[in-house]
């Protein structure tokens, strides 16, 4: 597997890129994918914009006002109403809709899967584009048809003067650096806070592979939340053994002191963080596209003896993790449950792979403990028979 992460990007290689380019610089690599082609079409791409489950958009350069911002799902009549040039539509998350882009995640799997957010796909015409613009998180830029200019500019922070506008985030200001085309089978990285600004030569489609990056701010709320949620109301704020004070109406040193143990005391628990952070990360885009799938399924030994695999809804997010007394757990939709370290084979294997055989899972059926994890993630909708996805 080294040798096919190597590949994709040329003389550079998996461990070079990590080590000189990832969340540092950008990386222009020429045919990551050699004759790539897109196994999503212009027209189907469209077809799911007016789909009421799918997030899309259409930005156009020039419509009722520059960059000029539309929100799908859209009416049947509305590519007969776009003008011949100048926009472009976005796609959210068509892994999650198309098997087939979903596979392409398996390109990228020299990096933590579960930090992944999605696959989103654009179509623009001629001189379509977003605005130059930049990201929080790292993105992979794969041109999958047609020919984009990419134009790379400067770092940049929230201090970034934009545009007015209230829809997106354009840059007022863009210092090019670096300019290149892309063709099939071509992409671009890009890390976080550089700006970038891609323009359709001729009618193209990008895929843009995300990672998620929660910030700061999110990681303190939510962390502290999913604290709070597991404390008694009988855990307050004591001061036995309290001097008594010069100025009562004075918060003194010792009682910060106080506050901020208890502080550590609760944040220092890596069990729970880890527990948190994993249901975190997992928490699924769209969880009503796995929860269509739940219910009583089939006997599973009957249908794994029967030769049918199960596979991972591509809805569904996966990750586990490892303590250091050998316990599991296993993450999945913003879910968790404790496995026992005799299950690690297994756990890795569900969460590895998107498609399970059904002779490599016979033999856990006759473990009591395996049967029942496969099972319930069955039942929940978030490993599918291979017959319910066809």
């Given at each position: 597997m080294t040798?096919?992460?190597?590949?994709?990007?040329?003389?550079?290689?998996?461990?070079?890129?990590?080590?000189?380019?990832?969340?540092?610089?950008?990386?222009?690599?020429?045919?990551?994918?050699?004759?790539?082609?897109?196994?999503?079409e212009p027209n189907e791409l469209a077809g799911l914009s007016l789909e009421e489950e799918v997030e899309s958009r259409i930005i156009l350069k020039q419509g009722s006002h520059p960059w000029e911002l539309r929100q799908g799902p859209f009416p049947d009549d509305t590519y007969q109403q776009l003008p011949e040039r100048d926009w472009t539509l976005l796609v959210q998350a068509v892994d999650q809709f198309v098997p087939e882009v979903a596979d392409l995640l398996a390109q990228f799997r020299f990096l933590p899967s579960w930090r992944v957010d999605d696959v989103m796909i654009s179509y623009a015409t001629p001189g379509g584009g977003v605005g130059p613009h930049y990201?929080?998180?790292?993105?992979?830029?794969?041109?999958?048809?047609?020919?984009?200019?990419w134009r790379i500019g400067q770092q940049c922070s929230e201090d970034s003067q934009l545009l007015d506008n209230p829809d997106l985030r354009i840059l007022a200001d863009f210092d090019c650096q670096d300019e290149w085309v892309l063709e099939p089978g071509d992409m671009l990285y890009i890390p976080p806070g550089v700006a970038h600004d891609g323009v359709a030569e001729t009618d193209c489609m990008t895929y843009s592979i995300g990672f998620r990056a929660p910030s700061h701010a999110e990681i303190l709320v939510h962390f502290t939340d999913y604290l709070a949620h597991h404390l008694s109301d009988d855990q307050r704020y004591g001061d036995a053994g309290l001097n008594r004070p010069s100025d009562p109406a004075a918060i003194d040193p010792a009682a910060i002191d106080r506050l901020q143990q208890s502080v550590l005391r609760l944040v220092s628990d890596k069990e729970a963080l880890a527990t948190w952070f994993g249901r975190h990360m997992t928490e699924a885009k769209y969880p009503e596209l796995a929860q269509a799938y739940a219910g009583e399924p089939e006997p599973l030994a009957e249908s794994l003896s029967a030769g049918i695999g199960l596979e991972t809804n591509p809805a569904v997010r996966l990750a586990y993790w490892e303590a250091a007394d050998g316990s599991l757990r296993l993450f999945a939709n913003g879910e968790h449950c404790a496995v026992g370290p005799?299950?690690?084979?297994?756990v890795q294997l569900i969460c590895n792979q998107r498609y399970l055989p059904a002779e490599l899972l016979l033999g856990w059926t006759q473990e009591e403990d395996a049967q029942q994890l496969l099972e319930q993630l069955v039942a929940k909708g978030f490993l599918l028979m291979e017959r319910q996805d066809e």
């Open positions: 040798i096919e992460f190597d590949s994709l990007f040329g003389d550079i290689g998996v461990d070079r890129f990590l080590a000189e380019y990832w969340q540092r610089k950008p990386l222009l690599i020429r045919q990551a994918i050699p004759g790539f082609e897109s196994p999503i990201d929080n998180y790292d993105v992979f830029l794969l041109q999958g048809h047609g020919k984009r200019r005799a299950l690690l084979p297994l």
